[in-house]
């Protein structure tokens, strides 16, 4: 079955920095890609939606200008989280979908913790 | 390795009537359980979580149980209706490797 991957699945960095989650899609062409934020004790919350060659589209309250998302090709999406807090740390995860087909299907998730 | 099932795949049912829908899960070992509703091309819409220590949520016509120790959920809609149709996943977030783990989903269609 289709699968899609998450890079890194964990990852420490300090506040200020940048640090980029990739999303890949490994045997399909996924035109537009899922961004999900969770925080502990919470529902799984969109963040945006990104379809391939073209901007995002973000959810209300959620900052473009700091969290960049690329979907610069049919198998890759990345999400930039810029000048990062500790307020960010929580669990992001992605899905993707083919064109074709209502199917979605999802990454395993990338832990952040903002130190 | 956590398994997340769900049973049936599809499920049609007539307008007004109330439903379950269910789902299982291999590795009890969990932080919390959840179900989502999916429409066709959309992504997900959260509709109710369940933590590990809480046997059930409502959500004005829904209503989540948890059985931990038999690694089951149901999802109660009382009252279909027709815009109740789409697809719901549940979804389990698992201790050790702390990944979620989505069933398959079962698609509702509600016929008006």
């Known amino acids: 079955g289709a699968v899609v991957s998450q890079h890194p699945s964990r990852v420490i960095c300090k506040s200020g920095t940048s640090v980029k989650i990739e999303c890949r899609s490994l045997?399909?062409?996924?035109?537009?890609m899922f961004w999900y934020r969770q925080f502990p004790k919470q529902s799984l919350m969109l963040m945006a939606t990104?379809?391939?060659?073209?901007?995002?589209?973000?959810e209300q309250g959620v900052e473009k200008d700091k969290f960049l998302i690329n979907h610069a090709s049919l198998t890759l999406s990345t999400l930039t989280v810029t000048s990062a807090h500790p307020e960010d740390s929580s669990f992001y995860i992605c899905s993707a979908k083919t064109g074709s087909g209502n199917t979605i299907y999802f990454g395993e998730g990338s832990w952040l913790t903002v130190v | 390795k956590q398994e997340v099932t769900q049973i049936p795949a599809a499920l049609s049912v007539p307008e007004g009537e109330n439903l379950v829908l269910n789902c299982s899960f291999t590795?009890?070992?969990?932080?919390?359980l959840q179900w989502f509703r999916q429409d066709p091309g959309k992504g997900l819409t959260s509709l109710l979580l369940?933590?590990?220590?809480?046997r059930e949520q409502t959500s004005g016509r829904l209503n989540a149980s948890l059985d931990k120790s038999s690694g089951r959920s149901t999802l109660y809609i009382a009252a279909s209706q027709p815009g109740d149709s789409a697809t719901y996943l549940c979804?389990?977030?698992?201790?050790?490797?702390?990944?979620?783990?989505f069933g398959t989903g079962t698609r509702l269609t509600i016929i008006p």
């Open positions: 590795d009890s070992a969990i932080y919390n």
């Open positions: 369940i933590q590990s220590s809480q």
């Open positions: 990104s379809n391939e060659g073209s901007k995002a589209t973000y």
């Open positions: 045997d399909f062409q996924a035109t537009t």
């Open positions: 979804a389990v977030l698992s201790f050790g490797n702390e990944k979620l783990t």
